[in-house]
Each structure stands twice: as structure tokens, then as C-alpha cells.
């Protein structure tokens, strides 16, 4: 991989030592020192603890699912009573989070599973995304820039990081796509993992490659522009008019025949118009000015 994680943090760690007991022999190198790569969850816990029977597989599975970016050590205050009172342990299950050698967060008692993530997430944030957020924005700006196949390459290591970020795979849909492959967009974007499948970066993946696939059979944009002036009331030229815009690059004004298309006659079609929309409204960014103007137009008509 591209070692993001050299500028902000170390690379996550192995799913092999993501859990492990301790002792008092062990702590500071399963601990303190280990919490200077990766942060480090603690565990005190007891075999005649009924809470922490619940709390800990529960906190096990939590870290678990960080996929790496954090740690969980177990300790039997039973069996090291002296950590336990280094830290004032006074009751558990107690659970300490440790970054950089020192203690950085703590609760005592049961959580619920949605709590136990917010806290495990917390904690995996100390140490920052490993610069990944940083390498995506470089991957964008080279595929804004044409550099097409280095953003292929820096979106894919992204993944190779961490498989499951939505941007990033977008991205990679995105490459083939400006690549002109369509087929190969599409099957990527229709093997999107269940986890991000309905990601708002897939979903706009998903929406570039309808209207490039309708870019390639967008009729003359002259002869359509002449077919609506002689008749206004001609919805289907209109609405090709539109598909013709877009793949000309002129998405405003291919919004605006839309929007118009709507107003004349927003159930032609089964709302033809109205879908239209949504799939250049999902392929834009949620911030695009045609966006912000072009939904509240169109909420103004449907609720006029």
C-alpha cells in the first residue's frame, strides 16, 4: 500500500492482536506502550461479574468491527488487583481508554450496543484516518485535473486500506467511467459491498453512469431545440432536448427544460420529468448551486 498512515498514524493493527488478556507483567507493553501506535481499550472485568459477561463481548465485537484502528486488553481484576487500584478501579465492569501512554476516556457500568460503537468510534478517531482523507482528496483533484489513471491507482490503495470507504470506491467507479468504460463502471458499481451499497457516493456513481449511457444516444441538440420552438407542447422532444443538453455539458439549462417538461405535464410519461431530475440532482454534488436551485424549484411546484 501507499503507507498513508505514516503521516498521521500508524497503520492499523493486525485483527490477530486486536484482543488480548493481560497481567501486571505485561500491562505496560500490551498498554502503555501499544497505545503510542494504536489506541488501547481496557476491560476490567471479573469471572463473577454478571454486567461484564454482557459488556465484554459486546465491547469485543465493537472493536472488532473499527476494523483495526483500535485495541482491547482484558484484565481479571481477580488476578491484578494492583493495576486495578494504580487506576482506582472502584467498581466494574470499568472500562479505560489509553492514547499516547495516558488515559484518555473512561465509563463504569453496562452500555447499550449503540453507545459502546460511539465510544469505541471516539476512541479509534484519537488517532486520526491515517491520512486517508488526505489521499482522497488528492485521488479527486487528479481526476478533476484528467490524471485518470493515477486517481484509479490512489483510490484503489485507499480501499486496500480500508475496503469498505464509500468515497473511495465511488472514486474507482468514477475512473472507469471518465476511462469511458462503462460496462466495467457498472459492474463495479453493482458490486459495491452490502455495507456501502446504498452509499450516497455509490448512488452518485450509479447516477453518472444512466446519463452516460443516455449521453450516447442524445439525439442532435438542434434539431430538438427547433422540434420544442415549433411546438412547446411536443414533451417528448423536450425531454430529449434535455438529454441532449446534459451530455453536451449544459446541466442547467437541460434542468430548466426538465423543470418545464414538469410544469406542463408532471405525470407524462409516469413523471419521466421528475426522474430525470433526481438522476442529475444524485450525479451532482448534494452543494451544487444547480442542485440547491433545481430542487427548490421543483418542491415549489409540487406543493404549489
Known amino acids: 500500500m501507499f503507507g498513508f498512515g505514516d503521516k498521521t498514524a500508524p497503520s492499523p493493527a493486525p485483527q490477530g492482536d486486536l484482543i488480548k488478556d493481560t497481567s501486571e507483567a505485561t500491562f505496560m507493553k500490551d498498554v502503555i506502550e501499544a497505545s503510542r501506535e494504536v489506541p488501547v481499550i481496557v476491560d476490567f472485568w471479573a469471572p463473577w461479574c454478571g454486567p461484564c459477561k454482557t459488556l465484554g463481548p459486546q465491547l469485543e465485537a465493537a ?3 473499527a476494523g483495526g484502528k483500535v485495541r482491547m486488553v482484558k484484565v481479571n ?3 491484578n488487583q494492583m493495576i486495578a487500584g494504580q487506576l482506582r478501579v472502584q467498581s466494574i465492569p470499568t472500562v479505560f481508554a489509553f492514547y499516547q501512554g495516558q488515559p484518555v476516556d473512561a465509563f463504569q457500568g453496562a452500555l ?3 453507545e ?3 465510544f469505541v468510534d471516539k476512541i479509534a478517531a484519537f488517532a486520526g484516518d491515517g491520512g486517508l482523507g488526505e489521499a482522497l482528496e488528492a485521488a ?3 481526476l478533476t485535473e484528467g490524471a485518470v489513471l493515477d486517481a484509479l491507482e490512489t483510490f484503489a490503495a485507499i480501499l486496500g486500506e480500508e475496503p469498505e470507504n ?3 470506491y465511488g472514486g474507482l467507479v468514477r475512473c472507469h467511467l471518465a476511462s469511458g468504460d462503462l460496462d466495467q463502471a457498472q459492474a463495479l458499481a453493482d458490486a459495491a459491498p452490502a455495507a456501502i451499497a446504498k452509499a450516497k457516493e455509490i448512488e452518485a456513481a450509479r447516477a453518472q453512469i444512466e446519463l452516460a449511457r443516455q449521453a450516447a444516444k442524445a439525439g442532435p441538440e438542434a434539431e430538438l431545440r427547433a422540434a420544442v420552438e415549433a411546438d412547446p407542447a411536443d414533451n417528448q422532444a423536450r425531454f430529449d432536448l434535455a438529454l441532449a443538453l446534459h451530455a453536451g455539458g449544459k446541466v442547467e439549462e437541460a434542468v430548466d427544460q426538465l423543470l418545464e417538461l414538469f410544469r406542463r405535464d408532471r405525470e407524462w410519461n409516469d413523471g419521466a420529468a421528475r426522474a430525470q431530475l433526481f438522476i442529475i440532482f444524485e450525479a451532482l454534488k448534494p452543494q451544487d448551486p444547480i442542485v440547491l436551485k433545481g430542487r427548490r424549484r421543483l418542491s415549489s411546484m409540487i406543493f404549489a
Do not use: I, R
Open 77 to 79: 481484576v481477580d488476578e
Open 116 to 118: 459502546l460503537k460511539k
Open 140 to 142: 479527486e483533484q487528479m
Open 63 to 65: 472493536v472488532k468491527a
Open 112 to 114: 447499550p450496543q449503540s
Open 166 to 168: 464509500a468515497a473511495a
